[in-house]
């Protein structure tokens, strides 16, 4: 039996609670490549996600070619979709403490990497959150980049 849907406070809660917690996503770029998808580790800050990659990647080509992401957190059957803006920061550039924040939470130093990786900024524009059909009406949390649900 499904569970019933999410109130609009609790899918923002838990929305929050996975950007908070969870590490890994699924990061969607296109270019003048086919459309790429790949696995990343993230930081949320509160307010935008920050994700890394070798500069060389089709993702980061991506990334820095068109400056826009979708990227999928969670469970096919509990996701949060976050389309975003993305602002670019090469590796030498990123301060000590984001570097040393990623570093932490992601289990992975891109600073200490041979190969040149950028640091990937992505402000949310959309947001959305469901767990079944009977969440897809409501799933929006976020829309131009402001929270549906105030608090």
Avoid at 45 to 74: F, H, I, M, Q
Avoid at 135 to 146: A, H, I, N, S
Wanted: aromatic letters at 8%; charged letters at 25%; proline letters at 7%.
């Amino acid at each position: 039996m499904t569970p019933p849907p999410r109130s609009a406070e609790q899918r923002k809660q838990d929305t929050l609670q996975r950007l908070r917690h969870d590490v890994d996503a699924w990061v969607a770029t296109a270019g003048d490549e086919s459309p790429y998808l790949v696995p990343l580790s993230f930081l949320w800050d509160g307010e935008t996600l920050l994700l890394s990659t070798a500069t060389a990647s089709p993702t980061a080509r991506n990334l820095l070619k068109t400056g826009r992401t979708r990227v999928c957190v969670g469970l096919t059957r509990d996701v949060v979709v976050v389309e975003g803006t993305v602002e670019a920061v090469p590796g030498t550039e990123i301060d000590q403490a984001t570097g040393d924040a990623f570093a932490a939470a992601c289990g992975f130093d891109p600073r200490a990497s041979k190969a040149p990786y950028h640091y990937f900024r992505v402000r949310p524009v959309l947001i959305q959150a469901w767990r079944e059909a009977n969440e897809l009406e409501g799933r929006d949390v976020m829309r131009d980049g402001r929270w549906i649900v105030p608090g």
